[in-house]
Protein backbone atom coordinates (compact mmCIF):
# COMPACT_ATOMS: atom_id res chain seq x y z
CA UNK A 1 0.00 0.00 0.00
CA UNK A 2 1.20 3.70 -0.60
CA UNK A 3 1.44 6.56 2.10
CA UNK A 4 -1.39 7.70 0.40
CA UNK A 5 -5.04 7.36 0.75
CA UNK A 6 -6.66 8.06 -2.30
CA UNK A 7 -9.61 10.29 -1.73
CA UNK A 8 -13.12 8.94 -1.86
CA UNK A 9 -17.03 10.75 -1.83
CA UNK A 10 -17.12 9.10 1.61
CA UNK A 11 -14.25 10.22 2.91
CA UNK A 12 -13.76 13.69 1.28
CA UNK A 13 -13.35 16.67 3.49
CA UNK A 14 -15.85 19.33 1.92
CA UNK A 15 -15.94 21.63 5.15
CA UNK A 16 -13.06 23.35 5.73
CA UNK A 17 -10.81 21.19 3.16
CA UNK A 18 -7.93 22.97 3.94
CA UNK A 19 -7.91 21.10 7.31
CA UNK A 20 -7.97 17.78 5.50
CA UNK A 21 -5.16 15.13 5.37
CA UNK A 22 -5.21 12.08 3.44
CA UNK A 23 -1.73 10.97 3.96
CA UNK A 24 -1.37 7.08 5.87
CA UNK A 25 1.37 8.50 8.16
CA UNK A 26 -0.91 11.23 9.18
CA UNK A 27 -3.81 9.13 9.67
CA UNK A 28 -2.02 6.50 11.14
CA UNK A 29 -0.36 8.89 13.84
CA UNK A 30 -3.98 10.36 15.11
CA UNK A 31 -5.52 6.23 15.02
CA UNK A 32 -2.66 5.19 17.31
CA UNK A 33 -2.48 7.84 19.75
CA UNK A 34 -6.37 7.81 20.17
CA UNK A 35 -7.80 6.00 23.57
CA UNK A 36 -11.19 4.96 21.86
CA UNK A 37 -13.05 5.07 18.87
CA UNK A 38 -16.94 5.68 17.78
CA UNK A 39 -18.18 2.90 15.25
CA UNK A 40 -21.49 3.67 13.41
CA UNK A 41 -23.57 0.95 11.82
CA UNK A 42 -26.98 -0.23 10.73
CA UNK A 43 -28.95 -3.00 12.59
CA UNK A 44 -31.90 -4.49 11.27
CA UNK A 45 -32.94 -0.82 10.14
CA UNK A 46 -31.68 1.05 13.05
CA UNK A 47 -28.35 3.14 13.66
CA UNK A 48 -26.11 2.42 15.86
CA UNK A 49 -23.02 4.17 17.63
CA UNK A 50 -20.87 2.64 19.59
CA UNK A 51 -17.62 3.53 21.76
CA UNK A 52 -14.90 0.99 21.82
CA UNK A 53 -11.03 0.49 21.99
CA UNK A 54 -9.41 0.02 19.28
CA UNK A 55 -6.00 -0.84 17.68
CA UNK A 56 -3.87 -0.32 14.46
CA UNK A 57 -1.68 -3.15 13.14
CA UNK A 58 -0.04 -2.29 9.80
CA UNK A 59 -3.12 -1.14 7.13
CA UNK A 60 -5.85 -2.80 10.00
CA UNK A 61 -7.64 -1.18 12.44
CA UNK A 62 -8.99 -3.54 14.42
CA UNK A 63 -11.83 -4.02 16.81
CA UNK A 64 -12.36 -6.47 19.44
CA UNK A 65 -15.16 -8.21 22.44
CA UNK A 66 -17.49 -10.84 23.21
CA UNK A 67 -18.81 -12.74 20.46
CA UNK A 68 -22.33 -11.84 21.62
CA UNK A 69 -21.98 -8.16 20.97
CA UNK A 70 -24.56 -6.42 18.23
CA UNK A 71 -22.11 -4.23 17.27
CA UNK A 72 -19.10 -7.11 16.39
CA UNK A 73 -22.07 -9.77 15.64
CA UNK A 74 -23.26 -7.45 12.82
CA UNK A 75 -20.04 -6.08 11.66
CA UNK A 76 -19.07 -9.62 10.88
CA UNK A 77 -21.98 -10.33 8.78
CA UNK A 78 -20.04 -7.98 6.45
CA UNK A 79 -22.32 -4.81 7.38
CA UNK A 80 -20.78 -1.41 6.18
CA UNK A 81 -18.72 0.65 9.44
CA UNK A 82 -18.29 4.11 10.05
CA UNK A 83 -15.35 4.89 12.35
CA UNK A 84 -14.17 7.91 13.96
CA UNK A 85 -11.92 9.02 16.66
CA UNK A 86 -11.62 12.28 17.94
CA UNK A 87 -8.04 13.66 20.39
CA UNK A 88 -9.22 17.21 21.67
CA UNK A 89 -5.92 19.41 22.20
CA UNK A 90 -7.39 22.68 23.03
CA UNK A 91 -10.31 25.02 23.75
CA UNK A 92 -10.23 28.32 21.38
CA UNK A 93 -12.04 31.54 22.66
CA UNK A 94 -12.45 33.91 20.63
CA UNK A 95 -13.57 37.71 21.31
CA UNK A 96 -17.10 36.88 19.89
CA UNK A 97 -19.44 33.61 20.81
CA UNK A 98 -19.40 33.01 17.10
CA UNK A 99 -15.72 32.28 16.51
CA UNK A 100 -15.29 29.92 20.07
CA UNK A 101 -13.87 26.30 18.36
CA UNK A 102 -11.82 23.71 19.42
CA UNK A 103 -8.13 22.84 18.21
CA UNK A 104 -8.38 18.85 17.33
CA UNK A 105 -7.38 16.03 15.42
CA UNK A 106 -9.14 13.51 14.02
CA UNK A 107 -10.04 10.66 11.58
CA UNK A 108 -13.17 8.80 9.69
CA UNK A 109 -12.76 5.60 8.47
CA UNK A 110 -14.88 3.40 6.06
CA UNK A 111 -15.03 -0.12 5.47
CA UNK A 112 -16.20 -3.56 5.89
CA UNK A 113 -14.60 -5.78 8.75
CA UNK A 114 -12.89 -9.47 8.46
CA UNK A 115 -12.98 -11.79 11.09
CA UNK A 116 -9.55 -12.33 12.41
CA UNK A 117 -9.19 -16.25 13.05
CA UNK A 118 -5.45 -17.04 12.60
CA UNK A 119 -4.48 -17.58 16.58
CA UNK A 120 -1.09 -16.05 15.82
CA UNK A 121 -2.36 -12.72 14.65
CA UNK A 122 -4.78 -12.50 17.03
CA UNK A 123 -2.33 -13.15 20.06
CA UNK A 124 -0.29 -10.27 18.05
CA UNK A 125 -3.74 -8.02 18.42
CA UNK A 126 -4.09 -8.76 21.84
CA UNK A 127 -0.73 -7.59 22.90
CA UNK A 128 -1.07 -4.65 21.10
CA UNK A 129 -4.42 -3.89 22.20
CA UNK A 130 -2.64 -4.43 26.33
CA UNK A 131 0.53 -1.97 25.20
CA UNK A 132 -1.98 0.78 24.08
CA UNK A 133 -3.69 0.55 27.23
CA UNK A 134 -0.38 0.73 29.23
CA UNK A 135 3.04 0.37 27.42
CA UNK A 136 4.88 -2.21 28.60
CA UNK A 137 1.69 -3.77 30.30
CA UNK A 138 1.66 -7.45 28.24
CA UNK A 139 4.99 -8.12 29.73
CA UNK A 140 3.98 -8.01 33.66
CA UNK A 141 0.66 -9.36 33.16
CA UNK A 142 -0.71 -13.01 32.34
CA UNK A 143 -0.98 -13.85 28.87
CA UNK A 144 -4.31 -15.12 27.82
CA UNK A 145 -5.25 -18.73 27.88
CA UNK A 146 -6.03 -20.29 24.72
CA UNK A 147 -9.65 -20.50 25.66
CA UNK A 148 -10.09 -16.64 26.09
CA UNK A 149 -8.19 -16.52 22.98
CA UNK A 150 -10.93 -18.15 21.29
CA UNK A 151 -13.93 -16.63 23.33
CA UNK A 152 -12.80 -12.96 21.92
CA UNK A 153 -14.49 -12.08 18.17
CA UNK A 154 -11.69 -10.14 16.89
CA UNK A 155 -12.53 -8.45 13.32
CA UNK A 156 -10.32 -6.28 11.48
CA UNK A 157 -11.02 -3.18 9.20
CA UNK A 158 -8.65 -2.29 5.94
CA UNK A 159 -7.54 1.38 6.48
CA UNK A 160 -8.49 2.40 3.18
CA UNK A 161 -11.35 4.93 2.83
CA UNK A 162 -10.23 7.65 5.43
CA UNK A 163 -9.03 11.17 5.83
CA UNK A 164 -7.84 13.09 8.97
CA UNK A 165 -9.21 16.68 9.84
CA UNK A 166 -7.84 18.85 12.34
CA UNK A 167 -7.71 21.84 13.60
CA UNK A 168 -4.83 24.27 15.14
CA UNK A 169 -3.46 27.71 16.29
CA UNK A 170 -5.36 30.88 17.45
CA UNK A 171 -8.35 31.98 17.34
CA UNK A 172 -9.86 33.32 14.20
CA UNK A 173 -11.80 37.05 14.89
CA UNK A 174 -13.24 39.45 13.21
CA UNK A 175 -11.48 42.34 11.95
CA UNK A 176 -14.21 44.78 13.84
CA UNK A 177 -14.00 42.79 17.43
CA UNK A 178 -10.11 42.66 17.72
CA UNK A 179 -10.40 45.68 19.97
CA UNK A 180 -12.79 44.47 22.26
CA UNK A 181 -11.98 43.86 25.95
CA UNK A 182 -12.50 40.21 26.09
CA UNK A 183 -9.89 37.26 26.44
CA UNK A 184 -8.62 35.48 23.38
CA UNK A 185 -6.28 32.27 23.10
CA UNK A 186 -6.37 28.84 23.40
CA UNK A 187 -6.47 27.11 26.56
CA UNK A 188 -4.72 23.48 25.93
CA UNK A 189 -6.19 19.98 26.66
CA UNK A 190 -4.43 16.48 27.13
CA UNK A 191 -5.06 13.20 28.87
CA UNK A 192 -3.42 12.74 32.01
CA UNK A 193 -3.17 9.43 34.24
CA UNK A 194 -4.06 10.25 37.52
CA UNK A 195 -3.02 8.67 40.93
CA UNK A 196 -2.81 5.12 40.76
CA UNK A 197 -5.55 3.14 42.94
CA UNK A 198 -4.84 -0.35 43.47
CA UNK A 199 -7.10 -3.19 44.01
CA UNK A 200 -8.80 -3.89 47.32
CA UNK A 201 -7.63 -7.13 46.93
CA UNK A 202 -3.96 -6.68 45.62
CA UNK A 203 -1.01 -8.10 47.26
CA UNK A 204 0.47 -5.17 49.90
CA UNK A 205 4.29 -4.11 49.02
CA UNK A 206 3.97 -5.00 44.97
CA UNK A 207 5.57 -2.01 42.64
CA UNK A 208 3.46 -0.32 40.22
CA UNK A 209 3.18 -0.98 36.52
CA UNK A 210 7.08 0.09 35.34
CA UNK A 211 5.36 2.47 32.93
CA UNK A 212 3.04 4.06 35.79
CA UNK A 213 6.55 4.59 38.01
CA UNK A 214 8.10 6.20 35.67
CA UNK A 215 5.57 8.81 34.06
CA UNK A 216 4.22 11.96 35.58
CA UNK A 217 0.88 11.48 37.20
CA UNK A 218 -1.42 13.81 39.31
Known sequence: MTDKVESAIKAEIRRYPDRADYDRPAIDAILDEAMFCSVGFID?????????????????????????????RT????????????????LVLARSVFNHSMNYRSVVLFGTAAEITDPDEKLEAMRVFTDKILPGRWDEARAPSDKEI????????????????TRSGPPVDEPEDLELPVWAGVVPYR?????????????????????????DID
Open 150 to 165: KGTLMLGIPIEVASAK
Open 44 to 72: DGHPYVIPTIHVRVGDTLILHGSPASRML
Open 75 to 90: LKTGAEASVAVTILDG
Open 191 to 215: LQAGTPEPAADVQPGLPLPHALSST
